[in-house]
C-alpha cells in the first residue's frame, strides 16, 4: 500500500481561504437591523422585512457550513496523525 503524503502547508492554506470566505458571507448589521424607513406602506415594509430575514437565515447557514469546511484540513491531519501512530504501535506489537 502506498504511503498517504499530506500537505499541511496546503491544507491550511484552504482553511484559511475558507475562513476569509465565510467572513465574506456574513451580512453585515446595516443590512439586517431594523431601520424606521419610511417605505411607503406596510405590505412594502413586511415584504423587505421577510426578504432581509431570509437572506440573513441563508447568510448564516452559508457561513456555518463554510466554516465546517475550513474546520476539515485541520481534522484530515489530526486523523491522517492519529492513524499513523495506530499503525506505528501495531507495527511494533509482537
Request: glycine share 6%; charged share 25%.
Amino acid at each position: 500500500m502506498a504511503d498517504l503524503t499530506i500537505d499541511e502547508a496546503l491544507l491550511a492554506m484552504i482553511a484559511g481561504e475558507l475562513e476569509q470566505a465565510a467572513a465574506g458571507l456574513e451580512l453585515g448589521a446595516a443590512v439586517t437591523r431594523p431601520r424606521d424607513l419610511d417605505l411607503g406602506s406596510e405590505s412594502v415594509r413586511a415584504a423587505l422585512d421577510a426578504v432581509t430575514t431570509e437572506a440573513r437565515a441563508r447568510s448564516e447557514a452559508a457561513v456555518a457550513s463554510t466554516s465546517a469546511l475550513a474546520r476539515l484540513p485541520r481534522t484530515v491531519v489530526d486523523d491522517v496523525a492519529r492513524i499513523d501512530r495506530a499503525l506505528a504501535a501495531g507495527a511494533g506489537a509482537p
